[in-house]
C-alpha cells in the first residue's frame, strides 16, 4: 500500500486569532511554485455565524513554512454578487503570465454548515420565481484571473445555471488544442449518467467560460468510496496525468485517491491504485469543523519531490510529500 508521508510540522497553517475573518478555520488550499517560492492561496474564515469565507495568500520559500502576505484577505465575497455568500476551495494553473483560478462559491453565506440546523437558516427557499441557485443557496463554481495573487478580475460561472457543482479544477495546458476541466456535479447523477453517486466528469473548451458536461471519468469503484471529486490540479508526467482525487465513504470519511489518465486522451484512465494514499489518522485530522477529513487541493514538484497541501479537518491546512517516481511506479505496477 502506498502512501504519502506526512511532514514534521504539521500543520503547517493554522487560523490566525488576531485576524478576525481567519480566527476559526484555514483550509483547502491551491499552491503555486515558481522561482523558489511556494505561493498558498487559502480558505479561510472567521468564528461569525454567517460563516463568511474568504481566501488569504501566503507564501514560503521551503514549503512548510509560511508567513502570510496581509492582515486582510486577498478575494472576498461581496454582498449582493453572485459570490456573495463565499468564496473558497480555489485551484490554480497558469497560463502565459496570468493566473486562472477556479474557486466555489454561493450567494449567501453558508452559516455554520457544521451544524445542519444553522446551515438551513441561509436557505432562502423564495421567492418561488428567484432562480434555483438562490433559493437553495447553490454552490457553483466560478473562474478568476490574477497576475499577482493579490488582485484579481472575476470572470464569472463556469459550472452550469442549475447545477450545484464543485471540485472544478483545470488542466496545467491544452490538450489537442483545448482546454481541460474536471468537476464533480450533483446533477449528473443516476442510471442515465453512469453513476449512482457525485462522480468526476472531464470537459473540453475552447475559451475558458463554455463547457459541455463532458463524460464521465471517475466513480465510486472501491469501498472506501462513495462520492468522488477532483482534488489538485493534474500533473503532467511522462507516464500520463497524475491525478488526484477524493473519496467520502458511507461514515463521512474524507480519503485521497491517486490515478493516471492518457496523456493525449485524458478520458482513458490507465491506472488507479485501490488504496487510499492518504487517510485521516492524526489528531488535527480527525478534530475540527469536519472532523475525519483530509481534502487535498494543492500539489507541486520540486525535482522529483511531490508536496501534496490538504485541508484537515476543515480547519488547518497539512502537507504530505512522496517522491513522485515512486508513486509513478506504484501506479505502473497496477496497470
Request: charged share 30%.
Given at each position: 500500500m502506498f502512501e504519502l508521508q506526512r511532514h514534521a510540522d504539521n500543520p503547517v497553517l493554522v487560523p490566525h486569532q488576531d485576524h478576525p475573518w481567519e480566527n476559526l478555520?484555514?483550509?483547502?488550499?491551491?499552491?503555486?511554485?515558481?522561482?523558489?517560492?511556494?505561493?498558498?492561496?487559502?480558505?479561510?474564515?472567521?468564528?461569525?455565524a454567517a460563516h463568511r469565507i474568504h481566501l488569504g495568500l501566503a507564501t514560503s520559500n521551503d514549503g512548510v513554512h509560511f508567513t502570510r502576505v496581509s492582515t486582510e484577505p486577498v478575494f472576498s465575497p461581496v454582498p449582493g454578487n453572485f459570490d456573495g455568500g463565499c468564496v473558497e476551495d480555489p485551484r490554480i494553473v497558469k497560463f502565459?503570465?496570468?493566473?486562472?483560478?477556479?474557486?466555489?462559491?454561493?450567494?449567501?453565506?453558508?452559516?455554520?454548515?457544521?451544524?445542519?440546523?444553522?446551515?438551513?437558516?441561509?436557505?432562502?427557499?423564495?421567492?418561488?420565481?428567484?432562480?434555483?441557485?438562490?433559493?437553495?443557496?447553490m454552490t457553483q463554481s466560478?473562474?478568476?484571473?490574477?497576475?499577482?495573487?493579490?488582485?484579481?478580475?472575476?470572470l464569472g460561472r463556469i459550472t452550469a445555471a442549475k447545477?450545484?457543482?464543485?471540485?472544478?479544477?483545470?488542466?496545467?495546458?491544452?490538450?489537442?488544442?483545448?482546454?481541460?476541466?474536471?468537476?464533480?456535479?450533483?446533477?449528473?447523477?443516476?442510471?442515465?449518467y453512469g453513476c449512482a453517486h457525485p462522480a468526476i466528469w472531464i470537459a473540453f473548451s475552447d475559451d475558458l467560460l463554455t463547457w459541455d458536461d463532458g463524460v464521465l471519468l471517475l466513480k465510486n469503484t472501491f469501498d472506501w468510496e462513495r462520492k468522488v471529486g477532483g482534488a489538485t490540479p493534474p500533473i503532467r508526467t511522462e507516464a500520463g496525468w497524475l491525478m488526484l482525487y477524493h473519496a467520502v465513504d458511507d461514515a463521512g470519511v474524507y480519503r485521497t485517491g491517486v490515478c493516471l489518465l492518457d496523456l493525449q486522451n485524458p478520458t482513458q484512465v490507465l491506472s488507479r491504485l485501490p488504496e487510499p494514499i492518504l487517510v485521516p489518522q492524526e489528531a488535527f485530522e480527525r478534530d475540527g469543523l469536519y472532523g475525519q477529513c483530509v481534502f487535498p487541493t494543492g500539489n507541486v514538484v520540486v525535482g522529483d519531490t511531490l508536496y501534496v497541501y490538504y485541508g484537515a479537518a476543515d480547519k488547518c491546512i497539512g502537507l504530505a510529500t512522496c517522491q513522485i517516481s515512486d508513486l509513478l511506479e506504484a501506479l505502473k505496477n497496477q496497470q
Open positions: 478555520a484555514v483550509c483547502n488550499p491551491a499552491v503555486w511554485y515558481e522561482d523558489g517560492k511556494f505561493l498558498m492561496l487559502y480558505r479561510a474564515a472567521g468564528d461569525d502565459g503570465d496570468w493566473f486562472y483560478v477556479t474557486y466555489a462559491y454561493r450567494p449567501l453565506p453558508p452559516g455554520r454548515y457544521w451544524l445542519n440546523e444553522q446551515s438551513l437558516a441561509f436557505m432562502p427557499k423564495e421567492p418561488a420565481e428567484a432562480p434555483v441557485f438562490y433559493r437553495q443557496n466560478g473562474l478568476l484571473m490574477s497576475k499577482d495573487l493579490k488582485s484579481f478580475q472575476r447545477d450545484d457543482n464543485r471540485d472544478v479544477i483545470l488542466f496545467p495546458e491544452k490538450i489537442n488544442d483545448q482546454f481541460v476541466m474536471l468537476h464533480r456535479s450533483k446533477r449528473l447523477v443516476g442510471e442515465e
